[in-house]
């Protein structure tokens, strides 16, 4: 058995998914969203982000955590401040000594769905499916953390273990 915690940096909302593997079966343990104000200054942000995560990681236990890449954003500003998110997760779980998957948002859509060219909703119905939940995941950064959460899983499973 090991849990995975999924993670979908951002500043204003990082999302969080811990799923849990049991062989070639998958199960959800939690998932939902990290947020911070919006005035906020950045270092605030940041510095409430990481404490969140650090609660998060001590609650849940999880063996490893993936986080999704950094892809292009046509926003400049945005892309900095999700990098700069994404450096606080990182070091969040280095810190905790978690071992750490990155994938690109293609990888993801690859570990889930098959198929690197699908569409948010059908990543989303997969995970849903794989996942056994009733519903799909909401909001959708929790569902993009659990899909990241679940490509990890399938990755470990592929190599055995050693990602």
């Known amino acids: 058995m090991s849990t995975v ?16 593997a049991r062989g070639s ?4 343990i939690a998932y939902g969203t990290l947020n911070t104000p919006a ?5 605030e942000r940041l510095a ?10 001590t609650q849940y236990q ?16 945005t892309a900095i401040s999700v990098a ?11 810190q905790a000594g978690l071992s750490i998957g990155e994938y690109t948002p293609l990888q993801v859509k690859q570990g889930v769905v098959g198929y690197g060219g699908a569409d948010k909703k059908q990543v989303q119905q997969m995970v849903k499916v794989l996942l056994g939940l009733n519903e799909i995941p909401k ?12 490509c990890h899983s399938h990755s470990r499973e592929s190599y055995g273990g050693l990602v």
Do not use: W
């Open 139 to 150: 909001p959708d950064d929790a569902a993009d953390a659990l899909a990241v959460a679940i």
């Open 5 to 20: 915690l999924g993670l979908d940096p951002g500043t204003a909302t990082t999302g969080y998914g811990l799923v849990q």
């Open 62 to 77: 999880p063996e490893s955590a993936a986080v999704e890449q950094l892809f292009f954003y046509r926003n400049v500003t």
């Open 48 to 57: 409430m982000l990481f404490a969140e995560l650090k609660t998060l990681i």
């Open 84 to 94: 700069q998110a994404r450096g606080v997760v990182l070091l969040a779980l280095q």
């Open 39 to 43: 005035k906020t200054p950045m270092p």
């Open 25 to 28: 079966q998958l199960h959800c």
